[in-house]
């Protein structure tokens, strides 16, 4: 059925619909989960597929052995924390999960007894629903130009943008060498290799790179991989690099948030902020699927480069 023909159906059976449940029928048309099959596109379908084969290839948390610091900044968050990879387990999958006891959102206030409290969740990647969000929503048509996703993990941004965006590269720079082989099979069997390419380096050795990217994504990078003075030097380093006039940077979180905790050491030159970027609002209110969680999109920030290249 074409569009005319479900429109034209869809208006019959509203006026069949008694009066008094219109407005309900249509708060249901907008938000219910039943709906949730109908909205999944082709590109959700390969990103599902995509999660699944690195699911396969990775335990649980999703992160690996080499990954000390990150396993120890988890440990020591004040509430507990537990990683659950966004992009690999969406809420379905965590859901069945803990109703299998393979994963649990809880944890035991006291040894052996039944008193619970929610355990913190974080991710170090996107969902595919933020991917939604950031490629067809916030993002301005990408046709020629260069993305690039600094600490691209399992690389997720790079397939997003390959799927949601015409983007004509999409590069990721990862540190770690495990992630890198994991991001290079995805690339070679789904046939992305034409449009993303994936750099092993530190993104401190890329100012070539960052001098030519017209969009760059930084998805909590560094909390949890640097030490707060190897932090300092990236921000430096991305500052100084990344001044095409008009280019577009996203963060996560906001990037006063991401540098807030390295205060005092930050140099005066990175804390003018307001002469290289200015922040562009977003309205966070577009509805994507029901299970977006939307303080998660609220996370994610945009902001134009504001001075010359
Ligand atoms: C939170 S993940 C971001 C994942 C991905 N961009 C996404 O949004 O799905 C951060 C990644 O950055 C990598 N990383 C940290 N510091 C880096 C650096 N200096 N250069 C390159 N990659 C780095 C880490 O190894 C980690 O995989």
Known sequence: MNFSDARNEILQVLSKTERQDLPKLLEWLKTSDDLDDCLVDNQHVILQSIAED??????????VPSETMAIQKTHQKPHPTVHVDAFLYDEETVDSLCEEGKMSRNYCLSCGSHRTALLDFI????????LQFLFQKILPDLTGQLVVDVGSRLGAVLYGGYLYSAASQLVGVEISSEFIKLQTMVMEKYGFSDRVQVIHADVRSQAALLQN???????NVFEYFME????IQAWQFISQNFRKKGALLVTVPRIQEALASLEETVSLEMLTLSQWIEEVPLDYSI????????DSLKQIHLYRVLCPS
């Open 123 to 130: 991710s170090h990647s996107f969902s595919i629903s933020e």
């Open 228 to 231: 707060p003075s190897d932090q």
């Open 54 to 63: 690195l699911r396969a290839c990775l335990p649980l948390e999703a992160v």
């Open 213 to 219: 990217a017209d969009v760059l994504i930084m998805n």
């Open 287 to 294: 509805y994507l699927k029901n299970d977006t969680d939307p």
